[in-house]
């Protein structure tokens, strides 16, 4: 592998989609596509970490023990702490919104490509 390729291989696992962001942080009943379904309905960590057990369970797909595993993972204070740190050190979305770019969520790009 040349070093240029192996810059651009850094820098892209440097960035992830939010959907990927949730599967990484290992909920118990929450694989990929519950992630996505996540992601795609809260479209930021504030939004899912502010919802509710019933918020979760009216989401296709998510019932009752998703809903109450992804609730308690979120209310741990050590996962409140880490999930604190890692949105102080910032994420490439928040940085295009601080510089006024527009940006769109995954909903949107899937609305977008009309899929």
Same mark, same amino acid.
């Given at each position: 592998?040349?070093?240029?390729?192996?810059?651009? $291989?850094?820098?892209?696992?440097?960035?992830?989609?939010?959907?990927?962001?949730?599967?990484?942080?290992?909920?118990?009943?929450?694989?990929?596509?519950?992630?996505?379904?996540?992601?795609?309905?809260?479209?930021?960590?504030?939004?899912?970490?502010?919802?509710?057990?019933?918020?979760?369970?009216?989401?296709?797909?998510?019932?009752?023990?998703?809903?109450? &595993?992804?609730?308690?993972?979120?209310?741990?204070?050590? &996962?409140?702490?880490?999930?604190?740190?890692?949105?102080?050190?910032?994420?490439?979305?928040?940085? $295009?919104?601080?510089?006024?770019?527009?940006?769109?969520?995954?909903?949107?790009?899937?609305?977008?490509?009309?899929?």
């Amino acid at each position: 592998m040349t070093i240029p390729k192996l810059i651009k $291989a850094l820098d892209k696992s440097k960035s992830t989609t939010f959907a990927h962001f949730l599967y990484a942080l290992g909920i118990r009943e929450v694989g990929e596509s519950t992630a996505r379904i996540l992601a795609q309905h809260f479209s930021s960590l504030e939004k899912l970490i502010a919802a509710t057990v019933e918020d979760l369970q009216q989401l296709t797909d998510i019932g009752a023990i998703a809903a109450q &595993n992804i609730v308690a993972f979120l209310q741990q204070s050590h &996962n409140r702490d880490i999930l604190q740190t890692l949105q102080k050190a910032g994420s490439k979305l928040e940085k $295009a919104q601080a510089l006024g770019i527009k940006v769109i969520d995954e909903a949107g790009l899937i609305a977008l490509l009309g899929k």
